[in-house]
């Protein structure tokens, strides 16, 4: 799992614990990883009442007398230590404790405390922005509507001059208490050689403010015409601007609403059994292989193998699959889901960041703020926007002095305050990040993880999706369902010996026959000489005869005569079963037949694919006439049959050199080379480390649904951004000439600075809004 | 009116040598972490000089509350993080190669960038 994302707590100064730390951290996959072998546990401690480095000598030591600490480490810095080994975190804390400090549990449980700090911290931002909207418009709302009411905003006398004055008084007061944020902002950013929308802010209702100023202290500087001041904009604006900010504040928690959901999954206690007694303990304290106890109605806290008792789970919130899950002992169970029906006990199999559900948390963050190639000529953009548009006042208003109608000054003023407000940066920024954030989200609460934002555009891109056979299109569970002989031999003596020779293959139609021996009670016999013939059988001895298993081109090859069989063999392939010949000492002995049932909405889901204009092509390492009679079942019309497994990715090529947006689905470990080679590659229902990591594209379960999900909320995700950008653009390109007064020649109109604060401030709302649009998606045809 | 025109010009000017041609002061990293405090609009240091193929971990301090400082990312290197309000949340970086990898926050208001020498 990439660390790089990982949030470690303060750390102000850097001594060489800090370092050693550091170092850790990097090092800490490795150790996560190691972790499977060696039984350990890497904790994480928040030490409190640690005045002074002598006491990190203090706490390792303490911590290092506790049979089953393999290192403890303490960052002095940020008041950490990291503790490896296999000790139970409670003695660590008692150790600590006895040391003469106060320890507590940092890892999993932060998580959730970030989002509640973080949730505390946007709603006072939220708060401060509203207070400050009170202010602005308290004073902006009447001053506008005395203008609108047709109240002179003229300075010609001076119990005008004084009122004015006075009203100018109030107006730097709302710049300081409402507005400082900007102000203080620009200043920094321009110290900084840089630009934002602060700095457009900042001058656009400086410079108003300024002139207006100027106006009541010194009207004989401007023109008797232009005497005209703009205190209400400069109050409306920031008044206007900060609610905008207040209310995107409030839209934007919304955005990240999937993976609240995700981390709110995690159960914040689990019951153990630690020296055959029941023990209810906080979830960072579960240890791997400790037995988990976990009653009807109950979250399982971690992963694990059911050890005893049959349940059924739901697992609809990682995997977007409806109907429970039946789990028996043997059985994997995961972090996050509900118990439904019974007791169970598990051993934990993978506690804290290693679960499942932590790393699916990471992915979906990490994927959320991944950005699409779509967005980069928005960013290009981005970088070059503030200036350009504060040199497009500037031209605005020289060619307002130079050819404007009197009074030219104040339309000089108007039009460059009006292009500096009206330009927003923001709404560009946000187009694509925003809807990402949201369409990951999505995918994710249909059991569809997204590993950045460029799988997600070219998924909604694909032409053809490439589908493996088993275990994609079919259970991927085959079963043995016809044993034809050919000699005496019984039934029971050919499957005794192809069981027995199956068993060193890893061949998915390997372990049907091997299952269907052990069902019936057949021992295995030892073999010898085993050999796996790619793409064809297998070859091995057993007592002292030599065998054969495999398709027809290896009896061909071997010289074995299957003539009077092949007409039969065919006709089982036509069922969609797969016909392997099975010989002893060179003399076809049976045809043994493995069938793998297609999943039940295989077809649904491929027709969702082909109505969504996507070509749907099936690969298989199986015979012509399996893969023919499969492909037919399924609604397939191409195929390609006989293929090796390395064949498998040139297949994917080919297509690309014919100009096709390739998608592969597959099983994420034995596909990888062509989900790598596709332009976008899909791990099915396996939600593995392995598949999570190798693929472009998870599909939490194993119904092809979730493909056609993916494929539905790329495109739906796409579609939004693209929204967001043309409106984006859009407003800029078109708001800025009406704002530098383009259609003033033609139609008198000049905007006016505080309708452009408004749109402004709106601009990135709507934004925001639209891609929270996206949440109300809903994969059709299910 | 000349007078006015030649300011209006030498402003245009100004801004593009100001905003574009500068080449800001840059900070070398000498050590292996270097703390960044986001606030006002700008990250502090915001240029940094970090030799090439050793590991960086840049620690931020995020004292602006506002949301466009939450996230910080290095796009280049698939790197994003959230970053905690009036805390440090320390964000590793790989040893890099030789060039420039811009980092920025979602709406590329606050930014920044490390140059590998």
Known sequence: MNKNNKDVTAATSCCSKAKQQTQNDNNESAVLASEHSANQNTLQLIIEGAGCASCVGKIEGALNTIPGVKTAEMNFADRTVMVSGNAAAELLIKAIESA?????????????????????????????????????????????????????????????????????????????????????????????????????????????????????????????????????????????????????????????????????????????????????????????????????????????????????????????????????????????????????????????????????????????????????????????????????????ALVWLNFGPDPAVAFAMVSATTVLIIACPCALGLATPMSVMVGVGKAAEAGVLIRN?????????????????????????????????????????????????????????????????????????????????????????????????????????????????????????????????????????????????????????IKRLQNNNIRVIMLTGDNRETAAAVAKKAGITEFVAEVLPEEKADKVKELQMAGEIVGMTGDGINDAPALAQANVGFAIGTGTDVAIESADITLMRGSLHGLADAIAVSKATLRNIKQNLFGAFFYNAAGVPFAAGILYPFFGILLSPVIAGAAMAFSSLTVVSNANRLRLFKAKDH | ???????????????????????????????????????????????????????????????????????????????????KLNDITSVPVPALAVGKYEFHCQMQMYRGVINVV
């Not at chain 1, 203008?147 to 119990?159: C, I």
């Not at chain 1, 016909?579 to 889901?605: E, N, Q, R, T």
């Not at chain 2, 245009?12 to 960044?36: A, G, H, Q, R, S």
Request: glycine share 6%.
């Open chain 1, 453 to 605: 934002g460029e799988a997600l555009q070219t998924a909604s891109k694909i032409t053809t999706m490439i589908l493996d056979k088993t275990g994609t299109i079919t259970e991927g569970a085959p079963k043995v369902t016809d044993i034809m002989l050919a000699n005496a031999m019984t039934e029971k003596q050919i499957l005794q010996l192809a069981a027995s020779m199956e068993s060193g293959s890893e061949h998915p139609l390997a372990e049907a026959i091997v299952e269907s021996a052990l069902e019936k009670d057949i021992e295995l016999l030892k073999v010898e000489n085993f050999k796996a013939l790619v793409g064809r059988g297998i070859e091995a001895n057993c007592q002292d005869k030599s065998l054969l298993f495999g398709n027809e081109k290896l009896m061909h090859e071997k010289g074995i005569d299957i003539t009077s069989f092949v007409h039969k063999a065919q006709a089982l392939a036509k069922e969609a079963k797969t016909p392997m010949y099975f010989s002893i000492d060179g003399v076809l002995a049976a045809i043994i037949a493995v069938s793998d049932p297609i999943k039940a909405d295989s077809i649904s889901a």
């Open chain 1, 100 to 396: 003469g400090y106060n320890a507590k549990l940092m890892n999993q449980g932060s998580e959730s405390e970030a989002l509640d700090e973080k949730e505390q911290a946007d709603l006072a931002y939220y708060k401060k922005l509203m207070r400050h909207t009170y202010i602005a418009l308290a004073l902006g709302i009447p001053l506008m509507a005395y203008g609108l009411m047709g109240g002179a905003m003229t300075v010609e006398t001076n119990a005008e001059r004084i009122t004015w004055l006075i009203i100018g008084i109030l107006t730097f007061g709302v710049m300081y208490f409402s507005g400082r944020h900007f102000f203080v902002g620009a200043w920094q950013s321009f110290k900084n050689h840089s630009a934002n929308m602060d700095t457009l802010i900042a001058l656009g209702t400086g410079t108003a403010w300024l002139y207006s100023m100027v106006v009541v202290f010194a009207p004989e500087s401007v023109p008797l015409m232009a005497r005209h001041v703009y205190f209400e904009a400069t109050a409306m604006i920031i008044g206007l601007i900060d609610l905008g900010l207040a209310l995107e504040v409030k839209a934007r928690g919304k955005t990240s609403e999937a993976i609240k959901r995700l981390i709110g999954l995690q159960a914040k206690m689990a019951t153990v059994i630690r020296d055959d007694k029941e023990v209810k303990i906080a979830i960072e304290q579960v240890l791997k292989s400790d037995i988990v106890k976990v009653r009807p109605g109950e979250q399982i806290p971690v992963d694990g193998v059911v050890t005893e008792g049959t349940t059924s789970v739901d697992e609809s919130m990682l995997t977007g699959e409806p109907m429970p899950v039946t789990k028996k002992q043997d059985d994997k169970v995961v972090g996050g889901t509900l118990n439904k029906s019974g007791t169970i006990n598990f051993r934990a199999s993978h506690v804290g960041k290693d679960t499942a559900l932590a790393h699916i948390i990471n992915m979906v963050k990490r994927a959320q703020n991944s950005k699409p190639p779509i967005g980069r000529l928005a960013d290009v953009i981005s970088a070059y926007f503030v200036p350009m548009v504060m040199i497009i006042s500037i031209v605005s």
């Open chain 2, 1 to 83: 009116m000349i007078i006015i025109n030649v300011i209006g010009i030498s402003l245009i000017f100004l801004i593009i040598w100001w905003f574009w041609l500068y080449k800001p002061n840059t900070t070398v990293v000498t050590d292996k972490e270097l703390l960044i405090v986001v606030k006002d609009g700008v990250y502090t240091p915001s240029v940094i000089e970090v030799q090439a193929g050793s590991p960086l971990t840049l620690k931020f301090n995020r004292k602006d509350a506002s949301p466009c400082t939450e996230t910080v990312l290095i796009p280049v290197l698939e790197i994003s993080a959230s970053l």
